[in-house]
């Protein structure tokens, strides 16, 4: 079903809180477990039609994600929610890409996804009290353009990863990285550059083949 988001915030404080990352209790509302539900059964319908009528999950997937620009390729995913995520154009998601939590998030143009990314958008209460009342918010995630995320890599609430960095397979990304940086590690750290070109040797080896 597609929803026209700004009318929800209207309608529904619980999905203004969400975008606001104010802090609220999911598990008492009743408007954001039945968007999640039915992001969560367009994902599932998505990945079991994919490789035997891809027009439709396409067309699915442009309801879903409204914000996702052109060309971007994407096999099985799981989503809380569609709305409010951003992906730019031609960039590539691989396998089980899994966004847990909504509000803004933007993925930039000319990315990579590895398998099994994960991006993560809730922040639940320390405290034990208001923790075990169900008290959560929303940090935004932003990703810039021509990133390259590695396999199993986990995004944490409120990270912003600059234009052209690199994320190594598996790590744990908590705090911001700048961008043209390689990071890796748990927690993720930057170790190195990104590079703005080959070598004229590696290039030459390159269009040798």
């Known amino acids: 079903m597609a929803h026209d988001l700004e ?7 619980d999905v203004a809180k969400l975008f606001a990352d104010d802090w609220l209790q999911y598990r008492k509302s009743e408007i954001l477990p039945e968007l999640t539900r039915e992001a969560q059964s367009t994902c599932d319908r998505i990945n079991r039609i994919y490789f035997e009528d891809t027009a439709e999950a396409e067309r ?3 309801k879903l994600v409204p914000e996702a620009g052109e060309g971007v390729d994407f096999p099985p995913i799981r989503l809380d929610y569609g709305l409010g995520l951003k992906i730019g ?3 590539f998601i691989n396998m089980d890409l899994l966004i847990v939590g909504g509000g803004p998030i933007s993925i930039g143009s000319d990315c990579l996804i590895g398998p099994r990314v ?5 922040n639940h209460a320390i405290a034990r009290k208001p923790r075990l009342e169900g008290w959560q918010h929303n940090a935004d995630v932003t990703i810039g353009n021509n990133v390259w995320l590695g396999g199993n890599a986990v995004i944490c ?6 234009d052209n960095s ?3 397979a ?3 990304v908590t705090h911001d990285i700048p961008a043209d940086s390689i990071a890796v590690g748990n927690p993720c ?3 190195a550059e990104v590079p703005d070109d080959w070598t004229p040797e590696e290039r030459a080896a390159a269009e040798k083949q």
């Open 7 to 13: 009318q929800l915030k209207q309608d529904h404080p």
């Open 60 to 62: 699915l997937f442009r």
């Open 89 to 91: 154009d031609r960039t």
């Open 118 to 122: 994960s991006i993560y958008t809730p």
């Open 157 to 162: 609430p409120g990270v912003t990863i600059g």
């Open 166 to 168: 690199i994320i190594g």
């Open 170 to 172: 598996g790590a744990v």
């Open 189 to 191: 750290h930057v170790i």
